[in-house]
């Protein structure tokens, strides 16, 4: 027989989370409280021979501050700051007592702060913070008002500009993933378009390099970000690049970094494929293009290549056309290890991260303009990065670096 939970054991459950919870908090609390006494007394010591002309210290203990409530994942803590008189070594010109446990302004923990903007992007609306975290932070959570969102967000914006003044001196990709991404604005005449490249450096792992407004995909923006990327340092090409078949990026990319291979998006090439063929053969084509690039081989997936373009050129030459164009860059990746295939045939680096900024910004029913979207992009992206994965086979980077050659994902040891 099912057993059901009653409401009497419910209540009993939640009392002892509350009982726990109190325990917990009380206990953050005392610890906290210690760490202050610490810190202030460890100081006082360091400065006990620090003496005025009279011959007394001229760093003394004075009491407490004010209580005041601290903001913290657990809950609200109410903390007394130990309270240090230093005016005697100010005056003297040096600089006197700043707690690193417990900043003077501090409200709310690093952590709460970080995990605000995570709340925000992830489709909390500014007006519904205090009823999502009062539960879990009490009554403590009041002070959250949509002016704090507001103000993370103006320093969002200067996050990102410091981000895009970064030095990356030293830097090296052995892959770059470049794409455009489309958003609405309701201030704007039209949509915003991103301009988004992610590199896997090498130990394998994966980093965002750029993220700028770009108002369209032609090769004058992505150039003025390539140059960018060198100009700040990154002057070792990437072994390989990988796109859809926006022309504008390619011709950049050509210009900046010649020696840079070229290997289109497969996701994407399927997709422009099939919008040229009747839906009714769709399974078909799919079928036909996932054997291309799963094949074990170049000259299988070649083989795979003929024998689409045999079937359907006759009738569907368009369809045909957009495949043999882009010929030499879809099989590129053969020439790469086979560990690493998954993550070079496509750009789904960028799409996969992306399709979370454009859930947020339909939350919002598009973003109010687009320096807001650039920082709300800036912002989303950086959380998604520590969720990252390092590529599979990284090792194997060290060799590409070295100039070793791969035939069909194998590395050649006779060359």
Known sequence: MQKYTTIPQIQAKEKVRGALDAIFRDGAQKMLQMALEEEVSEF??????????????????????????????????KIRQPRIDDRELRKAGE???????????????ASLDNVLPVLYLKGISLGAFQGALEPLLGEGVKNLSSQVILRLKARWEQDYLDWNRR????????????????FE???????????????????GKKHLLALE???????????????DLVRRGLTIPPKLAIADGALGFWKAASKIIPTTVHQRCWVHKMK??????????????????????????????LEAFGRFVREFEAKYPKATECLVKDQAALFAFYDFPAEHWAHI????????????????????????NRK???????????ECQKTWRRLRGFKLLTLLKAGHRFIDGKLDKAA
Not at 104 to 109: C, D, G, Q, V
Not at 213 to 227: A, K, T, V
Not at 345 to 368: A, D, H, Q, W, Y
């Open 185 to 203: 604005t309701r201030m704007e005449d039209s949509d915003q378009c991103v301009l988004v490249i992610i590199g896997a450096d090498t130990f």
């Open 372 to 382: 807001t979207t650039l920082a709300m992009a800036f912002k989303l992206s950086m």
């Open 345 to 368: 045939r496509t750009s789904n680096p960028i799409e996969s991260t992306f399709s979370t900024v454009r859930l947020r910004t339909n939350k919002t029913r598009g973003c109010l």
């Open 167 to 182: 030095d990356l001196t030293g830097m090296e990709f052995i892959y770059i993933w470049a794409d455009g991404i489309h």
């Open 213 to 227: 407004d770009g108002f369209s995909e032609n090769s004058g923006n992505w150039e003025r970000i390539l140059l």
């Open 272 to 301: 422009n494929v099939l919008l040229r063929l009747p839906e009714s053969l769709h399974p078909r084509a799919k079928s036909m293009m996932h054997e291309m690039f799963l094949s074990p081989t170049r000259e299988e997936a």
């Open 44 to 77: 006082i010591e360091k400065m006990q021979e620090r003496r005025d002309e009279r011959g007394l210290q001229q760093v003394t203990r004075n009491g407490y501050m004010p209580e005041r409530p601290l903001l913290t994942g657990i809950g609200p803590l």
């Open 95 to 109: 600089p006197g007592f700043v707690s690193d446990i417990l900043p003077k302004y501090l409200r709310r923990t």
